[in-house]
């Protein structure tokens, strides 16, 4: 069945730096969604990517899908402590939408 | 726009009690989900609807658990008899079609005692 990884786990920053969480799956995607969840809220929805290579921007969150649609990544430039959560891919399996394990973000200012 | 509505907020229970929760989707929102959130098994979906119509429920962890939704702007989840494995937190989402992202809410911390 289609196995669908998301790294890393944890990721700890100083602010300003920069950060990456990636979903990997073993098989073709249709599409990836992101999201984000504070400490304590609920996830909200950043983006959809659905095109074969497709890269969005939102200032500075930089979303990729891979050329496969295998793999896709979220990247934050110069990090803030507004950026703490844990971020989410959701991606469909057989019908049924799946979270990713989620990549916990801390940044230390 | 008030989002998703969810209630109550915090719900703390005693074993084998009957526990009740609700969910007011976005108004025009055709699907509705519900999801528990864990630390060890994450974000899992129990069951979503299309429509008012239950599709799938294969995540409904057993008979305990059951959901209805029996009109477009109301959707309850209900767990009898509690146990303390229940406890989580409880979210309810709408989107308005499949190619949207979801809208959650704020949550249902259930914590069975």
């Known amino acids: 069945g289609q196995q669908v990884m998301q790294i890393p786990q944890y990721q700890h920053v100083q602010e300003g730096e920069d950060f990456t969480t990636y979903c990997n799956s073993s098989t073709t995607l249709s599409n990836i969604q992101w999201y984000k969840q504070r400490p304590g809220g609920h996830p909200v929805f950043l983006i959809q990517?659905?095109?074969?290579?497709e890269v969005k921007k939102q200032k500075r969150l930089t979303f990729q899908f891979g050329e496969a649609k295998k793999n896709s990544s979220l990247h934050i430039t110069a990090t803030q402590t507004t950026d703490v959560g844990t971020y989410f891919c959701?991606?469909?399996?057989?019908?049924?939408?799946?979270f990713g394990q989620g990549t916990e973000l801390s940044v230390k200012p | 726009d008030a989002g998703v509505i969810q209630s109550p907020r915090h719900e703390v229970t005693e074993m084998g009690q009957e526990v009740t929760l609700r969910c007011k989707p976005i108004?025009?929102?055709?699907?509705l989900f519900w999801y528990r959130q864990t630390m060890m098994r994450g974000l899992e979906l129990l069951i979503y609807f299309n429509n008012n119509v239950p599709i799938d429920d294969s995540g409904m962890p057993e008979d305990r658990f059951s959901a209805k939704m029996p009109n477009a702007s109301f959707s309850t989840l209900k767990i009898q008899p509690s146990e303390p494995r229940d406890s989580a937190v409880y979210f309810c989402?709408?989107?308005?079609?499949?190619?949207?992202?979801?809208?959650f809410g704020s949550g249902t911390r259930l914590t069975v005692v």
């Open positions: 959701l991606y469909n399996q057989g019908g049924k939408l799946i």
């Open positions: 989402a709408s989107r308005p079609q499949e190619s949207d992202g979801y809208t």
């Open positions: 990517l659905v095109k074969s290579g």
């Open positions: 108004s025009g929102h055709n699907s």
